[in-house]
T-cell receptor, first 116, second 115 residues
Framework: AQKITQTQPGMFVQEKEAVTLDCTYD???????LFWYKQPSSGEMIFLIYQGSYDQQNATEGRYSLNFQKARKSANLVISASQLGDSAMYFCAMRERGSTLGRLYFGRGTQLTVWP | DTEVTQTPKHLVMGMTNKKSLKCEQHMGHRAMYWYKQKAKKPPELMFV???????INESVPSRFSPECPNSSLLNLHLHALQPEDSALYLC??????????????FGPGTRLTVL
């Protein structure tokens, strides 16, 4: 079974609008961390935001927030006020406490296109 | 400073060539990773070094040979590659605190083309 599922291969949003990128995960480990990365066409994977399984509040980093719904095993990324520079591939990833040496499980990614 | 550097940015090599990819970090991280990424796919883990020792080898063919000369440097030696090895090769590092908060920071990658 896939540990991370991103069901949206592509998303389109107009500049200045908000967009939500979906991510669901599958784990039986009670302790885990969830990460979102952005990958522009240049290739670099840029860390955006982190949410721990025991965190009570949703994580926020500037225009990025993580809508964490533990019971539904979902960790959606919300980007507010989209900018043209947000156009990129976005990957959701998970690290379980029981995983070996920082192994990250990645989803297939969502290609976000922001149009003017 | 969360910078991981990789050289070269682009590499074109023939199937008989020997080349090396280099990765460097100065964040005091004790774990370093090599990933391979094909277009429109997620990164695939190849190797993990922990405290300069190889701790994970994801059944990678022997034509890829990793090396960790010190805690800041990670190399990937390439020999007798195949065209299907053409991909983006990403290096990453992390604190290796053993906590779920341990974040991997990636370099810009090397785009490899094997002719």
């Amino acid at each position: 079974a896939q540990k991370i599922t991103q069901t949206q291969p592509g998303m389109f949003v107009q500049e200045k609008e908000a967009v939500t990128l979906d991510c669901t995960y599958d784990t039986s480990d009670p302790s885990y961390g969830l990460f979102w990365y952005k990958q522009p066409s240049s290739g670099e994977m840029i860390f955006l935001i982190y949410q721990g399984s025991y965190d009570q509040q949703n994580a926020t980093e500037g225009r990025y927030s993580l809508n964490f719904q533990k019971a539904r095993k979902s960790a959606n990324l919300v980007i507010s006020a989209s900018q043209l520079g947000d156009s990129a591939m976005y990957f959701c990833a998970m690290r379980e406490r029981g995983s070996t040496l920082g192994r990250l499980y990645f989803g297939r990614g969502t290609q976000l296109t922001v149009w003017p | 400073d969360t910078e991981v550097t990789q050289t070269p940015k682009h590499l074109v090599m023939g199937m008989t060539n020997k080349k090396s990819l280099k990765c460097e970090q100065h964040m005091g991280h004790r774990a370093m990773y090599w990933y391979k990424q094909k277009a429109k796919k997620p990164p695939e883990l190849m190797f993990v070094y922990s405290y300069e020792k190889l701790s994970i080898n994801e059944s990678v063919p022997s034509r890829f040979s990793p090396e960790c000369p010190n805690s800041s440097l990670l190399n990937l030696h390439l020999h007798a590659l195949q065209p299907e090895d053409s991909a983006l090769y990403l290096c990453a590092s992390s604190q290796l605190q053993g906590a779920i908060t341990d974040t991997q920071y990636f370099g810009p990658g090397t785009r490899l083309t094997v002719l």
